[in-house]
């Protein structure tokens, strides 16, 4: 089966972020074997700590590094980049920073960057919409009627 993981910077506190990621994990339950595997945020400035723990969770696979100077893609190129990486790969890993970013360590790991716009989220909120994305393009390459 099919895996995707998001590895993430920093452990998400509230409560309704919580209940919206169970929810696209459960949804995303009938396509993949989805995971959120969150790595502890640095309490200094040195991100390379992060870095490192984010590298130890990769476990391999086609890494997509979010990254506000990553290529801007719409929900279907998104899809599209997403099934190209499962005609290779078995794990699709979607890496996300905390609020200091991400080491170039890890972006040197990077099979594709993107970005989602050149507004700044939070970075727990981007994870709820980066699930949803993850859904939708599940959706959209399954021909499913979500994605209007």
């Known amino acids: 089966m099919k895996k995707a993981v998001v590895v993430a910077v920093g452990k998400i506190k509230e409560t309704f972020l919580k209940e919206g990621i169970a929810e696209y994990s459960k949804r995303l339950s009938r396509f993949c074997d989805f995971f959120v595997k969150e790595t502890e945020e640095s309490k200094r400035e040195d991100i390379a700590e ?19 100077n990553g290529d801007f893609v719409t929900s279907g190129q998104f899809a599209e980049i997403i099934a190209n990486a499962y005609l290779n790969h078995d794990r699709i890993n979607f890496v996300v920073g905390g609020s200091k970013g991400l080491d ?12 989602f716009g050149r507004v700044t989220y ?11 994305q993850i859904y939708r393009a599940f959706t959209i390459n399954a021909g499913l009627p979500y994605h209007k």
């Not at 992060?50 to 506000?68: Q, S, T």
């Not at 040197?108 to 960057?113: C, E």
């Not at 939070?122 to 949803?132: A, G, I, N, T």
């Open 50 to 68: 992060e870095g490192r723990a984010v590298c130890k969770e990769l476990g391999g696979g086609y890494n997509i590094i979010f990254d506000i």
């Open 104 to 115: 170039g360590t890890v972006k040197s790991l990077a099979s594709k960057r993107i970005s």
């Open 122 to 132: 939070p970075h727990m909120l981007f994870r709820l919409l980066l699930c949803e």
